[in-house]
């Protein structure tokens, strides 16, 4: 087969990936495991090494990672894929909550990378390519990426993989004219190498960087007086061992009845933590049953509320979040009891450089008195510094000239959109430039552990393999139809199923071509995918597309189970903000089913997105726009009750009185119904004006569908399930 697909002639697609940390290399891997297709993909690296980035490139061993080694399989669908390797390279020993180092977490990565890149199909080039990337030109087609080196190259695909960028030094310390006393990159290998063992310093911030600095000079034999200052002087709390059930803690948050205010937000948090303590849990498991919604909840907030929440909260979050291996924190309280570190809350008001070292007022926060320290050395651990206005870099001031990114008005990072596509500074969403990881922090905040990144990179690989098949499919669909011309004319041969799942009281159609025995299922529910597979078993038909309406609230959609099993392909309506489809269709395209022919028709109101189907001029399936004798409801998912009555009236009911009306859903067993009929008898839109009608739909007062919180992420994914194992940490 795959000699076969490169003798097609058809040009493979080239990706391209800025980046070799943990982000891009999983983006690599997961295209090299999962492609269908030829394709070229090219991996940019700047430093030699590929697969270890800033967190995984550190050789010391006591650098341990934050997260427990059961929960950091680097694939969202293999669980144990990094205990497996553990347990087959040597580290018999760990168990689920061993907490590993982040040199041995770095031979993962990069045996992951090795093993994809042994067994990729022979259709497929893959070139690791050691180069810094700095400039960057996007044309309709294309991008072209300039190397340092001189060399450059053009890509269909780019995705910018460029993670953590080291923090500046603050204010005012980087005004300080003798550079030798201040490291401003705690994460350079050799950061620390000039540091004598009786030397004071002053560490700036108190977090994640700072312990790994005090965990490298402690390795270094370092017996000299630590400093380390905040502005809330917090430090990682410790993770604690919580066994059987109660590791797990219930959802208790729902998306649609959240509140939208910070405020709000900790106090639900903190009354459920106080629930939880009373019932003998863990807060730990509260913050934890956070995590699978805490994106969504953070997009829902509004602007003043994201930065009331990054003024107030952020520091508190971040310590009960992001926490650090027992044994470590055992080592910290040690050495702070025994008066080596110091740690101090408070704001760094002057520094006055002297003849043997920097004395550093500091106004303390809690008495607002200050305190000097006299310091030989101060190291920067602010940790990474994701305001890309400030930035200074030659590929992100390519990037900008260009407009080709918009940075987040939080200053953290740039805009996105839920696939990671990157958003120009015209807000137009780029269909060949990704990111994902530290990048997105303004548009997810929690984006940037192997958690997050993980299932990231393995969407954002589906999303380029779906484009990249669809231009591979719809090349070849070219070349077959130039075939077809030349052989006789084939009249259509459409047969039609009406199938119903009495729960949702959902209409699934099943269209067919008669002649090729190839078959499309719209709208299929996912309680209800057996029954559809055994009727396509006992017709003998291939399925070839699922395609939907809208993003359904009331159900879930059997798409994806439907496509893994048929690999079918998944299509969906454009701008319905979905992720994982094949392909998105259209106002006004048609989709081939052998002669059958698919219109798609934009059918905005009961949500935005919504599209009906005529089939072959005579079969309009009309979701949930058009009910027989009603229509869908507008008050959720930007549903728009003048809209719908306009796509009913000037579109709908513009086609021919015969066409026939196939609705996604009837509670009183009708099932057919036409133009004509509805034009007349259907009152919601017969003799009602467009205010009338308005008035009328945002007075109806219905309770939320049952489903609604589980279905709508879920349908966003094509009907992938969120499996909260993806974001327990
Ligand atoms: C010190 C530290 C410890 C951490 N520990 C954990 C942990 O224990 N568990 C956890 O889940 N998460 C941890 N994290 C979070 C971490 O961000 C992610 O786990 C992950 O490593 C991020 O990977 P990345 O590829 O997005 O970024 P990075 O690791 O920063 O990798 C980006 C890569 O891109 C390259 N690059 C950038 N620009 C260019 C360019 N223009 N051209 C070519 N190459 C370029 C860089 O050289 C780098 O190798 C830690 C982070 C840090 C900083």
């Known amino acids: 087969m795959g000699t076969s697909m490169l003798n097609l002639g058809i040009p493979p697609q080239t990706v391209a990936i800025i980046g070799s940390g943990f982000s891009g290399t999983l983006v690599a891997a997961n295209l090299l495991r999962n492609t269908t297709i030829p394709l070229k993909i090219k991996l940019i690296e700047r430093s030699?090494?590929?697969?270890?980035?800033?967190?995984?490139?550190?050789?010391?061993?006591?650098?341990?990672?934050?997260?427990?080694?059961?929960?950091m399989s680097a694939f969202p669908d293999e669980p144990s894929h990094f205990l497996n390797w553990l347990h087959k390279n040597g580290y018999e020993e760990v168990t689920a909550s061993t907490f590993v180092s982040r040199r041995i977490y770095g031979d993962y990565v990069q045996a992951i990378l090795k093993e994809a890149e042994e067994s990729k199909p022979a259709y497929v080039r893959f070139e690791?390519?050691?180069?810094?990337?700095?400039?960057?030109?996007?044309?309709?087609?294309?991008?072209?990426?300039y190397l340092s080196g001189g060399e450059c190259f053009s890509a269909q695909k780019v995705v910018l993989a460029l993670g953590n960028f080291s923090a500046s030094l603050p204010q005012p310390l980087a005004s300080l004219p003798n550079r030798d006393r201040y490291i401003t990159d705690a994460w350079s290998q050799d950061a620390i190498a000039q540091i004598k063992s009786d030397d004071s310093i002053l560490l700036v911030g108190t977090g994640l960087t700072m312990v790994d600095i005090f965990v490298a000079l402690q390795r270094q034999g370092f017996s000299g007086k630590i400093h380390a200052v905040s502005r809330h002087g917090l430090t990682p709390i410790r993770h604690e061992k919580i066994q059987g059930k109660s590791s797990i803690y219930p959802a208790f948050i729902n998306l649609e009845t959240a509140p939208k205010t910070a405020r709000k937000l900790l106090r639900l948090v903190r009354q459920e933590i106080q629930i939880a303590t009373e019932q003998g849990q863990n807060w730990r498991s509260v913050i934890d049953a956070i995590r699978p919604v805490t994106q969504s909840l953070w997009r829902s907030l509004p602007s003043p509320e994201k930065n009331r929440f990054l003024r107030h909260v952020k520091a508190y979050w971040e310590v009960h979040r992001h926490r650090i291996a027992p044994e470590i924190a055992d080592i910290l309280d040690t050495v702070a009891e025994a008066g080596q570190l110091n740690y101090y809350g408070g704001r760094i008001a002057s520094c006055q450089e002297v003849e043997n070292g920097v004395n550093v007022t500091i106004r303390q926060r809690k008495t607002g008195e200050n305190l000097v320290l006299s310091v030989d050395k101060i190291i920067n651990c602010t940790g990474a510094n994701t305001n890309f206005r400030r930035l200074q870099h030659p590929l992100l001031a390519s990037l900008q000239e260009q407009r080709l990114i918009r940075t987040n008005t939080l200053s953290m990072?740039?805009?996105?959109?839920?696939?990671?596509?990157?958003?120009?500074?015209?807000?137009?969403?780029s269909d060949q430039l990704y990111t994902l990881g530290t990048p997105r922090k303004g548009d997810l905040w929690e984006t940037t552990a192997v958690p997050e990144i993980r299932v990231q990179a393995a969407n954002l690989a589906k999303e380029i393999l779906t484009s990249s098949s669809n231009k591979f499919y719809a090349a070849i669909e070219e070349i077959w139809f130039k075939e077809k011309l030349t052989s006789e004319s084939n009249p259509s041969k459409m047969i039609f199923r009406q199938l119903f799942d009495r729960e949702s009281c959902t209409y699934t159609y099943l269209i067919i071509d008669g002649e090729t025995h190839t078959a499309l299922l719209v709208d299929p529910v996912l309680e209800q995918v057996e029954r559809d597979l055994q009727i396509l078993r006992e017709l003998g038909l291939t399925l070839r597309y699922c395609l939907e309406t809208h993003?359904?609230?009331?159900?879930?959609?059997?798409t994806d189970a439907l496509r893994e099993i048929t690999g079918c392909a998944a299509i969906l309506p454009e701008n319905s903000q979905a992720i994982g489809a094949n392909r998105y269709i259209r106002d006004g395209e048609i989709l081939k089913l052998g002669s059958v022919e698919i219109?798609?028709?934009?059918?905005?109101g009961h949500t935005n997105s919504h599209m009906v189907y005529l089939m072959n001029g005579s079969h309009l399936l009309t979701g949930d726009a058009l009910f027989i004798r009603g229509c869908g409801r507008t008050d959720f998912q930007n549903g728009d009750a003048g809209a719908l009555y306009d796509t009913v009236t000037q579109k709908l009911f513009k086609l021919p009185d015969d066409t026939l009306v196939y609705p996604g859903h009837d509670y009183q067993g009708r099932t057919v119904s036409t133009i004509g009929e509805?034009?007349?008898?259907?009152?919601?839109?017969?003799?009602?004006?467009r205010k009338e009608f308005i008035e009328l739909m945002n007075h109806l007062k219905l309770p939320y569908p049952k489903k609604m919180s589980e279905a709508v992420p879920a349908?966003?994914?094509?009907?992938?399930?969120?499996?909260?194992?993806?974001?327990q940490i």
């Open 413 to 429: 990072g740039i805009d996105t959109a839920t696939n990671g596509a990157l958003i120009d500074a015209d807000g137009k969403v």
């Open 599 to 604: 219109q798609a028709i934009a059918a905005p």
């Open 715 to 727: 349908n966003q994914n094509c009907g992938k399930v969120v499996n909260v194992w993806d974001f």
């Open 128 to 145: 690791k390519i050691v180069d810094e990337a700095i400039g960057i030109e996007s044309a309709s087609e294309n991008t072209t990426i």
């Open 48 to 71: 030699s090494q590929f697969g270890r980035g800033v967190a995984y490139g550190t050789q010391i061993e006591s650098h341990l990672l934050n997260v427990p080694a059961g929960k």
């Open 678 to 689: 509805e034009k007349q008898w259907n009152s919601r839109f017969s003799g009602r004006s």
């Open 551 to 558: 993003i359904h609230a009331d159900h879930i959609t059997g």
